[in-house]
């Protein structure tokens, strides 16, 4: 490239073009020491029509076609810092795809590093935010899902991962909004949330993807578990009865208390930003009392404003509001229990506050975790984990029997690990999900906490072949994908296969 002494030819005739149509070319620092965001040259609509085609970076023009927006790099900058800045701007999801979205689209870009002065053409820009919109399905849609992680929902990995669910036969996702320890995973603005780290950037952006693929969007939120919360405001947290400090369930501080209204308006408040997000399903994880540790130590607000209340009618009571802030927005509402409620035992009942019949009244779907190898001393077995369609069977008949009349769809969550099983296998994925069908189970979830899904991925094309007898194989309105997919959004097709 010809140089004018220590400036481009290049930039100053796209400084001239710049001046020309009314718009100032980045002088932004580049280095990731600035902390002021990089800049672009717009494109003008009529510019250059659009092309099939990669955009030539090497134009003499150097106008970014529509869709697009020119950058003129700095010293020292490069395409993952680009990528970095420019995200939020584009319809990519990770600024791993934008950064090979910006090597693919400028022919002299090769690597990660930048010449000064070089034009960099970034796709994809969107004209606005993206606003999302909730698919309204019945509550017996048929959902056929894997669960992520929040941080895997957003990387790259994560992006494969949903793609070859969709290829296999998949039709839902479950991913988390709020973890167990308490991580909120979008941006959320609440006085008791600080600040925090959101892997998946933009929900909105998200939920168009899920359901450019063809997913049901399900946000799971872990409810009364929140370690970072009682760490952060201890006055949330369930007492101990003995010191008045924040109990602990075996030594650990994880425990809010689920009769504390702060916590209760907290969670119904996370739920709403998902659902105004466009999401489909918000799912209700960890809504329970803890379970283990010393019972009697511990003590809860309820105790003294409701002294004739027991667990069980604080849980209900926050469902029943939970279910009626969520159920104006369109989304389906879905529980998940312990898969041990469905024998009825008192002592669990006492412990957790999950009284199926109570909870069935406040939701459109139960999801009871019913992994073989959680039902460690039941009915006489041994190694419960190698009887799949036993507890499955037992599990899903007992939980059909409880919730019969409540209209409340039976959903449950498989498993997909190999925890105290020696038969773990496609098989064994097969016998889980042939059970439950049989038993009036309504599609199925799989979990694996790693977002290990190599057994499921395995045996879902044998159970698709089987035309019905494994699932009926619903999917969401075809007009949902044909209008992600029509191209009235700038970059769409960056989010599609």
């Given at each position: 490239?010809?140089r004018?002494?220590?400036?481009?030819?290049t930039?100053?005739?796209?400084?001239?073009?710049?001046f020309?149509?009314?718009?100032?070319?980045?002088?932004?620092?580049?280095s990731?020491?600035?902390s002021?965001?990089?800049?672009l040259?717009?494109a003008s609509?009529p510019s250059?029509?659009?092309?099939?085609?990669?955009?030539?970076?090497s134009?003499?023009?150097?106008?970014?076609?529509?869709?697009?927006?020119?950058?003129?790099?700095?010293r020292?900058d490069s395409v993952?810092l680009?990528?970095?800045?420019?995200?939020?701007?584009?319809?990519y999801?990770?600024?791993?795809?934008?950064?090979?979205?910006?090597?693919k689209?400028?022919r002299?870009?090769?690597?990660?590093?930048?010449k000064?002065g070089?034009p960099?053409?970034v796709?994809?820009i969107?004209e606005?935010?993206?606003v999302?919109?909730t698919?309204p399905?019945?509550?017996?849609?048929?959902?056929?899902a894997v669960?992520?992680t929040?941080?895997?929902?957003?990387?790259?990995?994560g992006?494969r991962?949903?793609?070859?669910?969709?290829?296999?036969?998949?039709n839902?996702?479950?991913?988390?909004?709020?973890?167990?320890?308490?991580s909120?995973?979008?941006?959320f603005?609440?006085p008791l949330?600080?600040?925090?780290?959101?892997?998946?950037?933009?929900l909105?952006?998200?939920?168009?993807?899920?359901?450019?693929?063809?997913?049901h969007a399900?946000?799971r939120?872990?409810?009364?578990?929140d370690?970072?919360?009682v760490?952060?405001?201890?006055?949330?947290?369930v007492?101990?009865?003995?010191?008045?400090?924040p109990?602990?369930?075996?030594g650990?501080?994880?425990?809010t208390?689920?009769?504390?209204?702060?916590v209760q308006?907290y969670?119904?408040?996370?739920a709403?930003?998902a659902?105004?997000s466009?999401?489909?399903e918000?799912?209700f994880?960890?809504?329970?009392?803890?379970?283990?540790g010393d019972?009697?130590?511990?003590?809860?607000?309820f105790?003294a404003q409701h002294?004739?209340?027991?667990?069980?009618?604080?849980?209900?009571?926050?469902?029943?509001h939970?279910y009626?802030?969520?159920?104006p927005t369109?989304?389906?509402?879905s529980?998940?229990?312990?898969?041990v409620?469905?024998?009825?035992?008192?002592?669990?009942?006492?412990?957790?506050g999950?009284?199926?019949?109570?909870m069935?009244k406040?939701c459109d779907v139960?999801?009871?975790?019913?992994y073989?190898?959680?039902?460690?001393?039941?009915?006489?077995?041994?190694?419960?984990?190698d009887?799949?369609?036993?507890?499955i069977?037992?599990s899903?008949?007992?939980?059909q029997?409880?919730?019969?009349?409540s209209?409340?769809?039976?959903?449950?969550?498989?498993?997909a690990?190999?925890?105290?099983?020696?038969t773990y296998?496609?098989?064994y994925?097969?016998?889980?999900v042939?059970?439950?069908?049989?038993?009036?189970?309504i599609g199925?979830l799989?979990?694996?906490a790693a977002?290990d899904?190599?057994?499921?991925?395995?045996?879902?094309p044998?159970?698709?072949?089987?035309?019905?007898?494994y699932f009926?194989?619903?999917?969401l309105?075809s007009s949902?994908?044909a209008?992600?997919?029509?191209?009235t959004?700038?970059?769409?097709?960056?989010v599609?296969p």
């Amino acid at each position: 490239m010809r140089r004018l002494g220590s400036i481009s030819f290049t930039r100053v005739l796209s400084l001239l073009l710049g001046f020309a149509l009314g718009h100032m070319v980045s002088a932004a620092p580049a280095s990731a020491q600035s902390s002021q965001p990089l800049r672009l040259l717009r494109a003008s609509k009529p510019s250059i029509p659009a092309s099939p085609k990669a955009p030539d970076a090497s134009l003499v023009t150097n106008i970014a076609p529509p869709g697009s927006a020119l950058y003129l790099a700095k010293r020292g900058d490069s395409v993952a810092l680009v990528a970095r800045h420019y995200l939020s701007q584009t319809s990519y999801l990770t600024s791993g795809e934008l950064a090979e979205a910006l090597r693919k689209a400028n022919r002299d870009v090769h690597g990660n590093f930048l010449k000064a002065g070089q034009p960099v053409i970034v796709p994809g820009i969107l004209e606005a935010p993206i606003v999302e919109k909730t698919v309204p399905v019945a509550r017996d849609f048929e959902v056929r899902a894997v669960y992520l992680t929040g941080l895997m929902a957003g990387s790259d990995h994560g992006l494969r991962i949903i793609r070859r669910w969709r290829e296999l036969g998949g039709n839902a996702v479950v991913f988390d909004v709020k973890d167990s320890d308490g991580s909120i995973n979008i941006p959320f603005d609440h006085p008791l949330a600080g600040g925090h780290h959101a892997p998946i950037r933009d929900l909105p952006k998200f939920t168009r993807f899920l359901h450019s693929q063809g997913m049901h969007a399900i946000a799971r939120i872990a409810i009364f578990r929140d370690e970072r919360l009682v760490v952060a405001h201890p006055e949330l947290a369930v007492k101990s009865s003995r010191t008045s400090q924040p109990w602990r369930e075996n030594g650990k501080l994880v425990w809010t208390d689920p009769s504390q209204p702060k916590v209760q308006q907290y969670n119904i408040a996370l739920a709403k930003k998902a659902a105004e997000s466009g999401v489909d399903e918000i799912q209700f994880d960890y809504v329970r009392f803890p379970a283990e540790g010393d019972q009697k130590d511990a003590s809860f607000v309820f105790q003294a404003q409701h002294p004739d209340w027991h667990r069980t009618d604080v849980i209900t009571d926050f469902l029943k509001h939970a279910y009626a802030e969520l159920h104006p927005t369109g989304v389906l509402f879905s529980l998940d229990v312990f898969g041990v409620m469905a024998w009825q035992r008192p002592v669990d009942l006492a412990h957790t506050g999950q009284d199926i019949v109570a909870m069935a009244k406040y939701c459109d779907v139960l999801s009871p975790m019913i992994y073989p190898s959680h039902f460690f001393g039941m009915d006489g077995y041994a190694h419960p984990g190698d009887a799949p369609e036993h507890f499955i069977g037992e599990s899903m008949g007992r939980f059909q029997q409880i919730t019969k009349g409540s209209g409340a769809v039976i959903r449950p969550w498989l498993q997909a690990f190999r925890w105290r099983t020696k038969t773990y296998s496609p098989k064994y994925v097969e016998i889980q999900v042939l059970t439950a069908k049989n038993k009036g189970g309504i599609g199925f979830l799989f979990w694996n906490a790693a977002n290990d899904y190599s057994k499921p991925f395995a045996a879902m094309p044998d159970m698709g072949a089987a035309k019905g007898q494994y699932f009926r194989g619903d999917e969401l309105p075809s007009s949902i994908r044909a209008g992600l997919t029509s191209g009235t959004n700038p970059g769409a097709n960056t989010v599609n296969p």
